[in-house]
């Protein structure tokens, strides 16, 4: 298979360190598959990198507004397959689960969520106890929404092209644009009758780059709870 039906989306804040290696392992195990490195104006050498691996660089330096969810939003209206699957920079969410990702859309699924059942190294309690919350908030929102309640606020998952960019150009006002959540805010918004599935996998640790995640960002998704 070539995955020329995919695009893989890949937010990026100063990502030097992880994006080409990323890139490489992409073209190894999805050959033709289209990639998006939605950059929101790194100040190191992601952009470059992601230029020189032939990837697609979406540059998003002069924007209004940056973020994570308002960076994957501009790459899914931009994307021009029938497939797209988000996936973080730093190795975090293992890239060969993009296969298992765009089998279950090929065999007819809407929206497939990738379902964090494992953490690799020690979560501290403070951590532990904020992504409990925010699952739980999350499952509270979404309780009258038919469909199965995985990892509402995972980083990574894929859809179908289509239906997302529905969503995305409808409700865009109603997107937290500088939250993480982009998947949750997605889900507020998709029909009762989305085929939603899953696809398990252990979330690894970042060995490389600093992360970005902030208090803002999870008063973002605590404010998100009320659109
Ligand atoms: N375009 C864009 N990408 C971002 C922004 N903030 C983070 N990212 C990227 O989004 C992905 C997730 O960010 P992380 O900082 O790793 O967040 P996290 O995985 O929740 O936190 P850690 O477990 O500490 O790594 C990475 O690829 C980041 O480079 C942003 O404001 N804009
Ligand atoms: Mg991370």
Excluded at 157 to 165: C, Q
Excluded at 173 to 196: A, S
């Amino acid at each position: 298979m070539v995955y020329d039906d995919t695009t893989i989306i890949i937010p990026t804040f100063n990502e030097e360190k992880n994006i080409g290696k990323l890139l490489k392992k992409l073209k190894q195990i999805l050959p033709k598959a289209k990639i998006i490195v939605s950059d929101d104006g790194s100040r190191d050498r992601t952009q470059e990198i992601a230029v020189e691996k032939g990837a697609i660089l979406l540059d998003r330096k002069r924007k209004p507004v940056h973020g994570l969810t308002v960076s994957v939003l501009d790459a899914i209206i931009k994307c021009k397959t029938d497939f797209f699957v988000v996936i973080d920079a730093d190795f975090q969410h293992p890239p060969e689960k993009i296969l298992e990702v765009v089998g279950k859309l090929r065999s007819g699924k809407d929206l497939i969520i990738g379902n964090r059942v494992k953490i690799q190294g020690e979560w501290g309690f403070l951590r532990l106890l904020i992504s409990r919350t925010a699952f739980y908030m999350g499952y509270l929102r979404l309780i009258f929404k038919k469909f199965p309640k995985y990892d509402l606020v995972s980083g990574f998952f894929g859809g179908k092209t289509k239906l997302a960019k529905e969503i995305a150009l409808h409700n865009q006002k109603k997107f937290e644009l500088r939250g993480y959540k982009v998947l949750f805010d997605l889900l507020k918004y998709m029909p009762n009758t989305t085929k939603v599935d899953k696809v398990d996998y252990e979330f690894g640790l970042r060995t490389k780059g600093d992360s970005k995640l902030s208090k803002k960002i999870m008063f973002y998704y605590f404010r998100s709870m009320f659109k």
